[in-house]
């Protein structure tokens, strides 16, 4: 049950329970000195009574009490150790499990999830489990085992007296059972909106320098804090429906104490107890309702965390690409074949029966206004969506059938979006190949034209340019960007706007050094700028989602209105 609901593997589904076991022995071992008072009580009593000496022999129960305090303290240690180790490991585990399967899913589930989102999940969430896990779960279960043995102890000893014992307990666990439907759905409201203040201040904190220039800044301050200030109400709120359940439980079980009072002097004038049975209910119900209480406030954090365990499950339950074919091909043409594509299921298709070859050797330009399907046929290619219809295939090979991550050992990538580290320009290049030596990097920078701003750093390729590069320019990071894609020195080769945010001399050695990576390679690229396609073997030109043309640009020039209509647009 553990594992379903928190997704927790086995070997700490073990050490939990036996952390649980361990604690329960502890606690019930707790109660043995409760049973040396009584024995000395009725001992008392019965010397009082019948006018007899009082006579004890210290010495045992200071070796019982010696012994006991011994079990206690290693029953203890035991289960410290196996509970906080094993939710240590178990967290980092969980943690890598998320971060791995997040490795495995297909672009357009990481598109619907923004990053505060998922980050909260990876950090936040499993916080919340680790805690569980750590102090909660292991102290709940422990309650119950150690309470339910009591129980069935005091059964031998008089069953009227704890059955009355018992009679509040369904209540109790009634009361608690409606935390989660009294307060789950504010719960999950609540979450939302904190994921929604997180990626207010994520947003404030990445456009601060707009916000400033702008003037705005006081104004989404002041948006930050109206959402902060409505999230108040709403934890209240939570905490008061929370707290009714809990403290109705709570109470409940403090008005047992009260009914074994009562009904134990009613047994006790009829003579059917004795005064040292009374006494021992009455401190035995006592330890049973206490620890009781905090088992009901640990039941209530559990339920409380079932919105982080169903928030990693959705996660680690999504549907990974499949295929676990190895790409095994002769050549690396790339076919796309009557290839239908929409984002989300059920909305608007973006590419409409798509179909072009991309031979191997040549380059293939993709070309058209914004939003007519470039970057997503990009995209597809690399297998970083599924096609929703039709096939793209790989010198011949279906790549819905390859493993993603065989697939994409054949491809260098270079976006509009650069993703750079918070390392050297050396090891952002190294990314491309891990076994490339330092004389490689240095040739892959040259040839993408770098050279020219990494001599001008203070540590030259080993200097570190900060989160996503943002020490350095937009063209200085695209360049990176494309000696990266040098270095992996792959058999295809895709280029979305490779030149976009660099200068017209620097644009000029970049192609040169992108002609050079090409030769007998695939080559699929976008750009804007028709001038610099205009030698290409082959031109693709979509709208809307259609190939409208395809063929040379002298063909195109002829055959194709809408491909003609930009060129000479971009002429002027």
């Avoid at 178990?90 to 923004?114: A, C, F, G, T, V």
């Avoid at 301050?221 to 707290?243: M, Y």
């Avoid at 409380?304 to 996660?315: L, N, Q």
């Avoid at 809307?544 to 209509?565: A, P």
């Amino acid at each position: 049950m553990l594992r379903k609901m928190y997704n927790f593997s086995k070997p700490i589904e073990n050490a939990i329970m036996k952390a649980s076991a361990l604690l329960g022995l502890f606690q019930f071992v707790c109660i043995l000195p409760l049973i040396l008072l009584v024995d000395i009580f009725d001992k008392m009593y019965k010397s009082y009574v019948l006018g007899e000496a009082f006579n004890v022999n210290i010495s045992v129960y200071m070796i019982t009490g010696t012994v006991l305090i011994l079990l206690l303290f290693i029953c203890y240690k035991k289960m410290y150790r196996i509970k906080y180790i094993s939710a240590a490991s178990e967290n980092l585990n969980m943690r890598m499990s998320i971060m791995d399967k997040l490795r495995k899913l297909p672009q357009s589930y990481l598109s619907k999830h923004d990053l505060s989102d998922l980050t909260s999940t990876v950090m936040d969430d499993m916080g919340i489990i680790e805690g569980v896990l750590a102090n909660q779960l292991t102290e709940m279960i422990g309650g119950f085992i150690s309470i339910a043995a009591v129980l069935t102890v005091m059964f031998f000893v008089n069953v009227r007296m704890t059955l009355v014992l018992c009679v509040v307990l369904p209540l109790a666990a009634f009361a608690m059972g409606m935390s989660d439907k009294v307060s789950g759905k504010t719960h999950l409201k609540n979450r939302k909106i904190k994921l929604t203040i997180s990626d207010l201040i994520q947003e404030y904190l990445e456009n601060i320098t707009v916000l400033k220039t702008s003037g705005s800044i006081n104004e989404y301050q002041t948006k930050i804090k109206r959402t902060l200030n409505g999230l108040i109400p709403r934890l209240v709120l939570f905490e008061f429906l929370a707290g009714i359940c809990v403290s109705t439980a709570y109470n409940l079980l403090r008005f047992g104490i009260g009914i074994v009072a009562v009904y134990g002097i009613g047994l006790l004038v009829k003579g059917d107890i004795s005064v040292t049975t009374y006494v021992a209910y009455m401190l035995l119900s006592v330890w049973i309702y206490e620890p009781l209480s905090y088992t009901c406030e640990h039941l209530g954090a559990v339920i409380a965390s079932k919105v982080a365990a169903v928030r990693i499950k959705d996660i680690m339950d999504a549907k990974e690409q499949t295929g676990d074919e190895d790409i095994n091909v002769s050549n690396y043409d790339i076919v796309f074949d009557k290839v239908d594509f929409a984002y989300d299921e059920g909305s608007e298709t973006v590419l409409n029966n798509v179909s072009f070859m991309a031979k191997q050797g040549e380059y293939t330009a993709l070309v058209g206004a914004s939003g007519s399907g470039k970057s997503t046929v990009c995209r597809l290619a690399a297998r970083l969506w599924d096609v929703n219809k039709g096939t793209v295939t790989i010198g011949g090979q279906d790549i819905s059938k390859v493993a993603p991550e065989n697939l994409f050992k054949v491809f260098s990538i270079v976006f509009q979006d650069v993703t750079l580290f918070n390392d050297t320009i050396y090891n952002n290049i190294l990314i491309g190949n891990k076994n490339a030596t330092r004389e490689q990097v240095l040739k892959a920078a040259e040839d993408a034209m770098c050279l020219s701003f990494i001599e001008k750093l203070p540590e030259g390729i080993d200097t570190v340019i900060g989160e996503n590069g943002h020490t350095l320019s937009g063209g200085e990071r695209q360049r990176l960007s494309i000696a990266r894609a040098l270095l992996k020195d792959a058999p295809i080769v895709l280029l979305d706007e490779s030149t976009a945010s660099v200068d017209p001399e620097t644009e000029t050695g970049i192609q040169e050094a992108i002609e050079r990576l090409a030769k007998g390679r695939t080559v699929l690229m976008i750009a804007h700028r028709l001038r610099s396609i205009v030698n290409c073997n082959r031109i693709v030109v979509l709208d809307e989602g259609r190939v409208i043309g395809n063929g040379t640009h002298e063909e195109l020039m002829k055959e194709c209105s809408e491909y003609k209509k930009l060129y000479e647009l971009q002429c002027e």
